[in-house]
């Protein structure tokens, strides 16, 4: 089964960084795409960024570009976020997500094969 990993959360001030990673276990292919998405309080769950894996092809959510950097180690099956200028309302449940079809575009939950169990981010004032 193949597995995504979050690690990386924590609580940081507002203005500061931290840098997430996702490892994937036992992947069935290099060629895929890893998303990262966010559940805030009482919010539906939002795209953040994607990457795939073999290309480097990134996407971002408007609300972090320039701030946020997905990047990835193909030999380790491993993605990252990097998160600078944090925001108050960047306090969420970070998630990757893993899809191997591609059958829908990279924003889209639903195309996304497995899930990792998330990592909680706290941004303070």
């Known amino acids: 089964q193949v597995q995504p990993v979050e690690s990386g959360g924590g609580l940081v001030q507002a203005g500061g960084s931290l840098r997430l990673s996702c490892a994937v276990s036992?992947?069935?292919?290099?060629?895929?795409?890893m998303g990262w998405f966010r559940r805030a309080p009482d919010q539906e769950i939002a795209f953040v960024a994607a990457?795939?894996?073999?290309?480097?092809?990134?996407a971002y959510a408007d609300s972090v570009k320039g701030r946020f950097t997905v990047s990835r180690d193909s030999a380790k099956d491993t993605g990252y976020l990097q998160m600078n200028s944090l925001k108050l309302e960047d306090t969420a449940v970070y998630y990757c997500?893993?899809?191997?079809?591609?059958?829908?575009?990279?924003?889209?939950?639903?195309?996304?094969?497995?899930w990792g169990y998330g990592t909680q981010v706290t941004v303070s004032s």
């Open positions: 997500g893993v899809d191997f079809g591609f059958s829908g575009t990279y924003s889209q939950t639903w195309t996304y094969d497995y």
């Open positions: 036992r992947a069935t292919s290099s060629n895929y795409r």
């Open positions: 990457i795939t894996m073999s290309s480097g092809m990134t």
